[in-house]
């Protein structure tokens, strides 16, 4: 039986595996630009998080009807329930898809369908969280939270993705702000391949309760101690730090030393189709490679629900 875990940072578009991508495309009429499903892995490797994106943004070209965002969802939640995770707050890109010509009521609806009977078929519970791309305008966000207006009662926070460096949080004040207003919970990509400055910008300038990779705080003994002293989670993902080169190799992941400094740490899974593993797998790499204990290992489990938008005792059920 696997560690029950939540998981806290998931892009559902980066869950979209080869075999999946080519059935849509011919669903759909799309044409992919690989022969077969092994032609695109090959296309898997990446040399850094712009070279990835290029390709994320590329595939979802298949994605066009809501079934097509049911299929997409429900994939990817029974294969995270086999890898024991028992609830998962899942990103997801409007902006990529209205750039398309795909609404956001075809988005979000097409995602509920998997997403609102996910406890009853996968036992997951789930969350949702519309992110906003930080390489278009902060004009274009506020325009996007607008048109999230109609489904806010799905919608349970905002994070920010896609290529940090050079879009500071800062960027994204008054969206940030106006989505507080909202009630919405506030989490944001920093310091993947930004620098540490970031993380304390998405700390006091768009208030986030979490903050997603937040690696690089360890080249910042202050901040980490900050982090410390404020228990803000990292949702760090090793394997996509491996594969997006954030890090050398796996054995120089900073995880040890992070939980050794009494981080609130959790292990997640990012773009699994894309970086090698679903959130089990990213478990059991970082045991296998950075030889973390059965007790630390626990430890990451329970931080993961700690670190969750469940209520308290929805989070003592789902653990
Ligand atoms: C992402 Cl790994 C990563 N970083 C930033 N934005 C993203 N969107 C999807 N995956
Ligand atoms: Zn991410």
């Known amino acids: 039986m696997p560690l029950p875990i939540?998981?806290?940072?998931?892009?559902?578009?980066?869950?979209?595996?080869?075999?999946?991508?080519?059935?849509?495309?011919?669903?759909?009429?799309?044409?992919?630009?690989?022969?077969?499903?092994?032609?695109?892995r090959e296309a898997y490797r990446f040399a850094d998080l712009q070279s990835f994106l290029d390709l994320y943004y590329a595939l979802m070209a298949v994605l066009r009807t809501e079934r097509d965002f049911e299929d997409l969802a429900n994939a990817y939640l029974a294969r995270a329930a086999a890898q024991g995770v028992r609830h998962a707050e899942i990103f997801f890109d409007p902006q990529a898809h209205l750039a398309r010509g795909?609404?956001?009521?075809?988005?979000?609806?097409?995602?509920?369908?998997?997403?609102?009977?996910?406890?009853?078929?996968?036992?997951?519970?789930?969350?949702?969280?519309?992110?906003?791309?930080?390489?278009?305008?902060?004009?274009?966000?506020?325009?996007?939270?607008?048109?999230?207006?109609?489904?806010?009662?799905?919608?349970?926070?905002?994070?920010?993705?896609?290529?940090?460096?050079?879009?500071?949080?800062?960027?994204?004040?008054?969206?940030?702000?106006?989505?507080?207003?909202?009630?919405?919970?506030?989490?944001a990509h920093a310091g993947e391949e930004g620098p540490p400055e970031y993380i304390t910008e998405a700390l006091d300038v768009l208030g986030v309760e979490r903050i997603d990779h937040g690696l690089r705080c360890a080249e910042d003994p202050e901040l980490v101690e900050r982090l410390v002293r404020e228990r803000i989670p990292l949702t760090l993902c090793p394997l996509s730090n491996?594969?997006?080169?954030?890090?050398?190799?796996?054995?120089?992941?900073?995880?040890?030393?992070?939980?050794?400094?009494g981080l609130?740490?959790?292990?997640?899974?990012?773009?699994?189709?894309?970086?090698?593993?679903?959130?089990?797998?990213?478990?059991?790499?970082?045991?296998?490679?950075?030889?973390?204990?059965?007790?630390?290992?626990?430890?990451?489990a329970r931080n993961s629900f700690l670190a969750s938008f469940l209520e308290d005792d929805e989070e003592l059920r789902a653990r």
């Open 6 to 40: 939540a998981e806290l940072h998931l892009h559902i578009e980066g869950t979209l595996e080869p075999e999946l991508a080519f059935e849509l495309a011919a669903r759909n009429g799309v044409a992919l630009p690989y022969a077969d499903t092994d032609a695109l």
């Open 102 to 187: 795909v609404g956001m009521e075809t988005v979000v609806e097409g995602l509920w369908r998997a997403l609102g009977s996910s406890v009853q078929n996968h036992g997951v519970s789930t969350r949702l969280i519309l992110c906003f791309l930080r390489d278009e305008s902060a004009e274009s966000a506020l325009a996007t939270l607008d048109a999230a207006t109609p489904y806010l009662d799905r919608i349970t926070g905002i994070g920010l993705d896609s290529a940090e460096v050079g879009h500071p949080p800062a960027k994204f004040r008054e969206v940030y702000g106006k989505a507080a207003a909202l009630g919405l919970r506030r989490v």
């Open 242 to 261: 491996v594969r997006l080169r954030t890090v050398d190799t796996l054995a120089d992941h900073p995880l040890p030393a992070l939980l050794d400094a």
């Open 264 to 300: 609130l740490c959790t292990v997640n899974s990012d773009d699994p189709a894309y970086f090698g593993g679903y959130a089990g797998d990213n478990l059991d790499a970082v045991r296998d490679t950075l030889g973390l204990s059965d007790e630390r290992l626990r430890e990451l």
